[in-house]
């Protein structure tokens, strides 16, 4: 079956099984490897990415569910202005460790900042409590969300979307 | 103590560092394992289904083995695949491998085991009871032990303490991609795992004589290991590799993350059963009797090493002036349980903290007093004789003190359990953790490292020990930067590949920094005095010709430091490290829940390299020693297997204390091991507030609602 979605900003379409999941279409057919496969039942966001702007775990999408909307991953968000401010704030804050959870946490803390970057530490939590992170205690993600708070404060960015 | 950028940050934030399940080569196989699904028994037949041409899959199995069927381990009792016998769920049967993963996972689901099935051991408090379960060797400590009758003004103060597995849930899956060479008639191993070196002699056993040569590399990002991938991936690489070389074509195995709760590595489960005898006026703790026994699983393999370690943890940060400790493992039909940071003494000092404020609540001192009179002092003898030549545990315990205001919160909460139906608590511990080797471990280990100054003054460093997301390559290059002055960026440790890094060891033990860095750091000092410069970017850029050049330095052991390992008496570890912890928690007696609100922390981990690097290890393993004592937990009675993360309930930002983290003595000489400790003290400390909270002594972890809403039920009978 022909699905058709936009995917980080270009349009794309694909053959296949319509009951595939969105992770493995993402990381089989477009090489998009930031999307990683860790609990494989919508538990731990690593696998995170933007459908029609809002994070889903794209373990549980069939890529049917896919057809006409759009998608972004991690790939896609570090490429735009945002994308860099949040990955910039996550570098100086020295919050990565493995990183094998971090495109997914780059990918929910865009949508947290794109809609509501309050700086309230109990807000940011609630809003990354579905991403799970094994190595850092997540206090410097939240350090880093919230220094990529007062960022956009400070700064007029271009909002474009992708 | 500067907080330089991580080298690997960046990649890894936007996702282009590449993981195992990220690599891909051409004509590659997917592979997977068939194991074992009951406890105990023997298989009697295996079939195949119909539907399926069984020549497009490669198998191995027990037979095909060309060298030996033993996972090469401390002690080597585990075959990489099962003869007949079932040991254990999760026993591996098969290697199979297709080029189509879906194709090859129909396959399995559709081959039929049949098993006699005989009685097996699960019940985790069955085992560690029944003395009938003990296999291997036990070991002792004795320490100015007699025999003779305590008097009877001592309070004498039993317990017994129960532990759970824990799964060390790295968020990357075990996996392993194996490629033979038929014209070199060569093996090469990529994976992730902590420790390469232990990863090619398993591949060597596996393999016999019928490869020239093993090389084992890890790969780029290895996504947490926690001890999950010290020896598990020594199986899993075995049998990819015999996949490989019989396929003749390259053959990645990726467990799903089902098969890795069910079948891999965990924490061992523990009783520890402790007899006291303390003056009850003084408060001095007399003598201590400890029976510590951990459930290795189904086979010992490294088990003895973390029971060993574990009966020198486990008098913890007090002088017990006599003592008798004895170690047993307990032979289970569960998978085998392995290394998992801290390796045996988050147990034992779960246990000690916890029977330090039973004591106190006995004899009617507070936990505070009970610490201030027993603290390991200068001077002070450890079980093992090892004499404390430093008073850093002291200081650590009084900046915690001062720093939660535990006194004054002890009293306010008292206060306010009476006035209010919800309860607040405060939990107050200290702990420590020998860096490295135990014994004479690292003088058996003789690491080696080896660095390359080439002529761009580019400094490439050479050890086997990985980047695992502890921020060691990092730490590592920084400490060598400092040394020999060359810039941060021009310094790199080179992914380890067991055919160019000398063996430097396994990254395991929080030995990386302490043990290797350390190393490094003596080879960087002794490449200035040999080119008798300051400035070595200076001298390779006058004297081209004899760059690039490589260096190596080997591990020499302190003279001095003598352990006998039937006695186990004399230094168990050369250095130390020492914390002290208070931990706050809200219990809301309506859910039976335990909510921890602020976790002050106060370590000497001797120099610290990187204040955010170092400060990430503590955040991180104080969140898993939260997970361990209040939710995780993989066999619940009368609850299917554990198979996923929605059953296995880990911490998540909404579970994340407030912490405050210090380091005392950070511009020593020597930056000790920082790793593990953090998971050492926070479940006691939590433990000990919901004492506060509820008044409840309850001696099992973890302190689940189900568990507390009982203890509470019972002891109101």
């Known amino acids: 079956m022909i699905i058709?979605?936009?995917?980080?900003?270009?349009?794309?379409?694909?053959?296949?099984?319509?009951?595939?999941?969105?992770?493995?279409?993402?990381?089989?057919d477009y090489k998009l490897t930031s999307v990683k496969e860790s609990c494989g039942e919508g538990e731990c966001g690593a696998c995170a990415v933007l459908l029609n702007n809002v994070p889903?775990?794209?373990?549980?999408?069939?890529?049917?569910?896919?057809?006409?909307?759009?998608?972004?991953?991690?790939?896609?968000?570090?490429?735009?202005?945002?994308?860099?401010?949040?990955?910039?704030?996550?570098?100086?804050?020295?919050?990565v460790q493995c990183g094998f959870c971090f495109p997914g946490f780059l990918v929910t803390s865009y949508h947290y900042l794109n809609n509501d970057p309050d700086i309230d530490e109990d807000k940011i939590k609630w809003a990354l409590s579905g991403n799970i992170c094994r190595c850092t205690g997540y206090r410097k993600i939240i350090d880093a969300v919230q220094l990529a708070c007062r960022k956009l404060a400070d700064q007029e960015l271009d909002h474009e979307s992708i | 103590m500067k907080s330089k950028p991580r080298k690997d940050g960046r990649a890894k934030i936007t996702g282009k560092c590449r993981f195992l399940d990220d690599y891909s080569l051409e004509d590659m196989l997917h592979g997977y394992l068939l194991y074992a699904t009951i406890d105990k028994g023997k298989i009697i037949n295996i079939s195949y289904p119909q539907d399926f041409d069984l020549n497009e899959f490669t198998i191995v199995q027990a037979s095909d083995i060309p060298g030996q069927n033993i996972v090469p381990e401390p002690v080597s009792d585990q075959p990489f695949m099962t003869e007949g016998e079932v040991l254990h769920f999760g026993q591996v049967i098969m290697g199979i491998?297709?080029?189509?993963?879906?194709?090859?996972?129909?396959?399995?689901?559709?081959?039929?085991?049949?098993?006699?099935?005989?009685?097996?051991?699960?019940?985790?408090?069955?085992?560690?009871?029944?003395?009938?379960?003990?296999?291997?060797?036990?070991?002792?400590?004795?320490?100015?032990?007699?025999?003779?009758?305590?008097?009877?003004?001592?309070?004498?103060?039993?317990?017994?303490?129960?532990?759970?597995h824990q799964e060390q849930a790295y968020l990357e899956p075990q996996g392993m991609l194996a490629e033979y060479d038929l014209n070199n008639n060569t093996i090469k191993i990529t994976g992730t795992m902590q420790c390469p070196f232990f990863v090619e002699e398993a591949v060597k056993t596996i393999m016999g004589n019928t490869v020239e040569k093993v090389i084992v590399e890890t790969s780029e990002g290895i996504g947490g290991a926690f001890g999950g991938k010290e020896d598990f991936p020594n199986l899993l690489a075995g049998i990819t590799a015999l996949l490989a070389y019989k396929a003749h074509k390259p053959v990645k195995i990726k467990l799903d993350r089902a098969d890795d709760l069910l079948i891999t590595t965990k924490r061992h489960p523990s009783r520890i059963a402790i007899v006291s005898y303390t003056d009850a006026i003084t408060g001095e703790i007399e003598a201590v009797n400890i029976d510590y026994r951990l459930d290795a699983g189904a086979y010992q393999t490294l088990s003895p090493v973390?029971?060993?370690?574990?009966?020198?943890?486990?008098?913890?940060?007090?002088?017990?002036?006599?003592?008798?400790?004895?170690?047993?493992?307990?032979?289970?039909?569960?998978?085998?349980?392995?290394?998992?940071?801290?390796?045996?003494?988050?147990?034992?000092?779960?246990?000690?903290?916890?029977?330090?404020?039973?004591?106190?609540?006995?004899?009617?001192?507070?936990?505070?007093?009970?610490?201030?009179?027993?603290?390991?002092?200068?001077?002070?003898?450890?079980?093992?004789?090892?004499?404390?030549?430093?008073?850093?545990?002291?200081?650590?315990?009084?900046?915690?003190?001062e720093i939660s205001d535990y006194t004054n919160k002890y009293k306010q909460f008292e206060q306010y359990n009476k006035e209010h139906k919800d309860k607040k608590g405060i939990g107050l511990v200290l702990a420590m953790h020998g860096g490295g080797y135990t014994g004479n471990g690292e003088k058996i280990l003789k690491s080696k490292v080896k660095m390359r100054l080439d002529q761009n003054a580019d400094v490439q460093i050479y050890v086997a020990n990985v980047e695992m997301g502890q921020g060691a390559h990092t730490t590592l290059s920084q400490m060598v930067n400092e040394e020999l002055n060359i810039p941060l960026e021009k310094v790199n440790v080179q992914i380890p590949n067991t055919g160019k890094t000398p063996n430097s060891g396994p990254t395991v033990a929080s030995r990386t920094i302490y043990i290797v860095g350390s190393l490094l750091q003596k080879l960087a000092a002794q490449i200035k005095t040999e080119l008798k410069c300051d400035d070595i970017a200076d001298y390779i850029h006058n004297n081209q010709k004899v760059f690039p050049r490589e260096y190596e330095l080997s591990f020499q052991p302190d003279p001095n430091d003598d352990f006998d390992d039937k006695t186990n008496q004399g230094i168990a570890y050369h250095d130390f490290s020492w914390a002290a912890c208070v931990v706050e928690i809200d219990y809301?007696?309506?859910?039976?829940?335990?909510?921890?609100?602020?976790?002050?922390?106060?370590?000497?981990?001797?120099?610290?390299?990187?204040?955010?690097?170092?400060?990430?290890?503590?955040?991180?393993?104080v969140t898993q020693a939260l997970g361990w004592a209040l939710t995780e937990n993989i066999y619940k009675k009368g609850y299917p297997r554990t198979r996923g993360f929605t059953d296995y309930t880990l911490p998540t930002t909404e579970d994340t204390p407030e912490m405050m983290v210090e380091f005392i003595h950070t511009e020593s000489a020597v930056a000790k091991g920082l790793g593990e400790i953090p998971m050492n003290y926070p479940a006691p400390a939590v433990r000990n507030a919901l004492i506060q909270a509820t008044g409840i002594i309850i001696n099992d972890l973890p302190l689940t609602p189900e568990r507390i809403y009982h203890e509470i039920n019972r002891s109101s009978l």
């Open chain 1, 4 to 28: 058709n979605f936009h995917l980080n900003g270009k349009v794309t379409s694909i053959d296949t099984d319509p009951m595939r999941r969105l992770l493995d279409v993402l990381r089989e």
């Open chain 1, 56 to 95: 889903v775990t794209s373990c549980l999408i069939n890529i049917i569910q896919v057809d006409g909307g759009n998608v972004i991953t991690a790939e896609g968000i570090s490429e735009t202005p945002l994308g860099k401010l949040i990955a910039d704030s996550y570098e100086e804050t020295n919050a």
């Open chain 2, 97 to 164: 491998a297709h080029p189509d993963l879906k194709t090859l996972m129909s396959f399995i689901s559709a081959i039929k085991i049949e098993y006699e099935e005989k009685k097996a051991v699960i019940d985790v408090q069955n085992c560690l009871d029944d003395k009938i379960y003990q296999f291997g060797e036990c070991m002792h400590i004795s320490h100015k032990h007699n025999d003779e009758k305590y008097p009877e003004h001592l309070k004498h103060i039993e317990d017994v303490f129960y532990t759970q």
């Open chain 2, 306 to 401: 973390v029971l060993h370690r574990g009966i020198l943890h486990v008098s913890g940060g007090y002088d017990l002036p006599r003592c008798e400790i004895s170690g047993f493992l307990h032979q289970s039909n569960t998978p085998p349980n392995g290394a998992f940071r801290g390796f045996g003494a988050p147990q034992a000092i779960f246990a000690i903290e916890s029977h330090i404020d039973n004591i106190s609540k006995a004899i009617g001192k507070t936990p505070l007093e009970m610490r201030q009179i027993n603290i390991l002092r200068i001077n002070d003898e450890m079980p093992s004789g090892q004499v404390i030549k430093e008073d850093n545990l002291n200081e650590c315990f009084e900046r915690v003190l």
């Open chain 2, 588 to 621: 809301d007696p309506l859910q039976y829940k335990v909510k921890v609100k602020k976790c002050w922390n106060v370590l000497d981990i001797g120099r610290v390299i990187n204040n955010d690097i170092a400060l990430g290890q503590v955040y991180g393993g």
